[in-house]
């Protein structure tokens, strides 16, 4: 424990008297300073115990000494050792006043115990309580490495709640709280999530310190890069003492190494998750069985979904990579739930996910389909649910819904969405619209002139399924007169409208044409 006015006054060589301020003897004393200055202040520091004889302050004089007295409890002086028997027999009663006004210790120091003596005093105390804490921190350094290699992260965080006193959490690089002790502490550091987030957007490393007087929380970057791997939170009802912040130092120590132990795993197993992914997705299932092993938990034999992730346009240096983010976003979800995921970051900037079907990631996506994919920065496909034996079938899948994604501006698009939808919205593409411009154009200029209304008849027809007499009842004319638009339509693009290819790609073109902006058709030509 630090030394304390109360510990001088109970050393026995010293031999001090207390004359006032004996609420307040329990302050530490953080040195012992002889200075017979009128007005020592503005050499103090703070928490020091000033020790004077006298030999120029004119201690009998009572408003002198109160604003003597004022002057060193402002300035943080935690008490004042007066020698007697050398200019002054005993404390003048001025200076007695004026410390009992201020509640302010004041000691009697006796002839005979040199000033020397009191600072050696303290300076050995001091001492002694580093050596202390110092001593306490390599065992709590000891404990927590024990815990760390034998039970892991949560056990370290027990031992370093009860060395503190108080409370820890560990939080994932996603800011997700993945342990804490006590127990009851989870709660109490979920609500530090947005303070976790905050710390994230810090280089490495960093700290905070959050919280009221009652409740100290200190927040330490977890990493040994720019980003930040993870983060610390230390709950305590005071500031942290010597001791605990040696245990808290070792902790951060001891996590960070977890954690860049578990990146080089992580890219040891994204290595074997590639190859594991290339062979599925060239039929070799069983192969890649064999090679997972009991890596990825059965992931591979349960129904399981393919995702896709691709930024949206051009990442920013400076700041953590979309893409990364949003893959260590859906490995903290399945670490939390305790599944099992596979991703394979690819040399082109993309993400691919294997992930259990109704399972955690896939939950951790849901909120991603309503959001934008520029508010998002990723666009994402996912495959339908499937099996080993059609991943290949998946990653097309997964690729067609990152399509769709990017061309509608959405942040992800699940495969079925595309089954159950209508391929009409697909049309909305500037290639198509390109394609049906030149197919019709040359219908839109010779309705343009006035000399008949072929696209509209051909609308009519196709929308009727080539029945003469429905189309030409539509548009109000002779089945004749539509027979014969018809042999021009044919005429004028040199295509027959017996093909089934034709039609459809005629249908296609139309509908892509309805919203674009080629000016309107102009009205039939009389008859």
């Known amino acids: 424990m630090p030394v304390t006015l109360a510990s001088l006054v109970q050393h026995s060589a010293l031999k001090l008297t207390v004359r006032a301020g004996e609420d307040r003897l329990g302050t530490p004393v953080r040195w012992a300073h002889a200075s017979e200055l009128a007005d020592p202040v503005p050499y103090m520091e703070g928490g020091e115990l000033l020790l004077v004889t006298a030999m ?27 020698a007697v028997g050398v200019n002054y027999e005993d404390i003048p009663d001025a200076l007695l006043e004026a410390a009992e006004a201020e509640d302010f210790p004041l000691l009697e120091v006796p002839r005979r115990t040199p000033f020397l003596a009191i600072s050696k005093a303290v300076s050995a105390a001091i001492a002694a309580d580093q050596y202390r804490a110092v001593t306490a921190g390599f065992e709590a350094q000891r404990e927590l490495t024990r815990a760390a290699l034998s039970d892991g992260p949560a056990a370290l965080l027990a031992k370093l709640a009860a060395h503190v006193d108080g409370w820890a959490a560990l939080y ?163 670490s939390r739930a305790g599944e099992p995921v596979l991703t394979v970051s690819e040399h082109d900037g993309r993400l691919v996910v294997l992930a259990a079907d109704g399972g955690a990631v896939a939950l951790a ?60 919205p697909l049309l909305a593409d500037d290639a198509v619209r ?42 109000g004319v002779h089945r004749h007169t539509l027979r014969y638009r018809m042999r021009r339509v044919e005429e004028i693009l040199g295509r027959s409208l017996d093909d089934p290819d034709v039609r459809m790609e005629l249908w296609l073109a139309l509908k892509a044409t309805e919203n674009a902006t080629m000016g309107p058709a102009p009205d039939p030509a009389p008859e």
């Open 56 to 82: 120029t302050l004119d201690a009998a004089d009572r408003e002198a000494m109160r604003r003597y007295v004022r002057r060193l409890a402002g300035a943080g002086v935690v008490g004042l050792g007066f």
């Open 434 to 475: 390109a394609f049906a411009d030149g197919m019709l154009r040359a219908l839109y200029e010779h309705d343009a002139t006035g000399r008949g209304d072929l696209v509209a008849s051909l609308r009519a027809w196709l929308s009727r399924h080539g029945q003469w007499d429905a189309a030409a009842a539509d548009l």
């Open 172 to 334: 994932d690089a996603s800011g997700a709280v993945v342990a804490a002790a006590p127990d009851w502490a989870t709660r109490r550091a979920a609500r530090l999530t947005g303070d976790v987030e905050r710390l994230r957007e810090r280089p490495a490393p960093a700290s905070a310190v959050v919280g009221g007087t009652d409740d100290r929380v200190e927040l330490q970057s977890l990493g040994t890069g720019r980003r930040v791997r993870g983060a610390l939170a230390v709950g305590t009802a005071a500031p942290l003492g010597t001791a605990e912040r040696y245990a808290v130092h070792s902790a951060v120590a001891l996590l960070t190494l977890t954690t860049e132990r578990s990146r080089s795993l992580q890219a040891a197993e994204q290595r074997l998750g590639a190859a594991v992914l290339r062979m599925m997705l060239s039929g070799q299932h069983d192969h890649a069985r064999a090679v997972a092993g009991d890596l990825y938990a059965g992931l591979l034999d349960a129904p399981f979904r393919l995702l896709i992730a691709e930024p949206v346009g051009e990442p920013d240096p400076a700041a953590e990579h979309p893409v990364h983010a949003f893959a260590e976003f859906l490995e903290s979800a399945a």
């Open 365 to 424: 996506c849901e909120p991603y389909t309503e959001r934008e994919a520029e508010e998002a920065q990723v666009a994402v496909g996912m495959s339908a649910p499937t099996g080993p034996i059609a991943a290949a079938g998946a990653y097309k899948q997964a690729e067609q819904a990152l399509s769709v994604a990017r061309r509608r501006g959405r942040a992800l698009v699940e495969h079925e969405e595309l089954a159950a939808g209508s391929v009409l």
